[in-house]
């Protein structure tokens, strides 16, 4: 069967955002007497969501502080900042633009308040049908709910259905919802990460041609 539904993973995929979470983090931590992190740090850490997230910078950084209150001061500041240094891709919203016969979602592991925001503040949102974000459904990626979610919402089954991502938590949660999966390679997580993925493109503008020739 052909491709009705494509799922696309936001941060590391659609949009690079790892300079406006980089800072984001670094004012949070700022009160701690931590050294700064760097955006490559940064992109280590990301895409299990802000809770995880400050988990992770507290483990790393030895840093005796409230995950909670961490949450908070890095929702604050990222939440005035968003889309400061945060850039679309190349060729992301021409593929877009080309998809418009597929229904098309984003699942993300950042908050759904957050990614909307994002994809309309960068001019996304507008070809889009769904937006998930991590705390829409119970589960987040790697788990395939949300993805089963999207799928009931826009009317696709599982051999209609494909994730496009940067991550092996994408890969996981497709492959778990029994989809199609393509990695890009120029997102956050390194190429041996994205090894289990049925197609892997270096562009977003590749997708074309993997749905035209490759999942009729």
């Known amino acids: 069967m052909s491709i009705k539904l494509i799922i696309f993973d936001l941060d590391g995929t659609l ?17 701690y007497g931590v050294q700064p992190i760097t955006v490559q740090e940064t992109i280590s850490l990301v895409g299990e969501g802000i809770t995880r997230l400050m988990e992770k910078v507290i483990e790393r950084e030895g840093i005796s502080a409230d995950r909670d209150e961490l949450t908070e001061r890095f929702l604050k500041y990222y939440s005035s900042h968003l889309i400061d ?15 418009n016969n597929h229904k098309k979602a984003v699942i993300s592991n950042k908050r759904e308040v957050l990614s909307i925001r994002t994809l309309d503040e960068l001019g996304i949102l507008e070809y889009l049908d769904l937006v998930v974000g991590s705390d829409t459904m119970a589960e987040r990626k790697p788990s ?9 919402k826009l009317g696709a089954a599982p051999d209609e259905t494909v994730i496009v991502g940067d991550s ?49």
Request: hydrophobic share 45%; net charge positive.
């Open 168 to 216: 092996n938590f994408d890969i996981e949660a497709g492959k778990a919802a029994g989809i199609k999966t393509v990695a890009v390679t120029y997102g956050y997580r390194p190429l041996d990460l994205l090894k289990g993925a049925d197609f892997i493109i270096d562009r977003m503008d590749a997708l074309i041609d993997i749905l035209r020739r490759r999942l009729k």
């Open 15 to 31: 949009v690079d955002s790892s300079i406006d979470i980089c800072n984001a983090i670094n004012y949070a931590i700022k009160p």
């Open 144 to 152: 395939p709910v949300p993805l089963q979610y999207a799928m009931e």
């Open 85 to 99: 240094n945060t850039t679309v891709y190349p060729g992301v919203i021409e593929t877009l633009k080309k998809l």
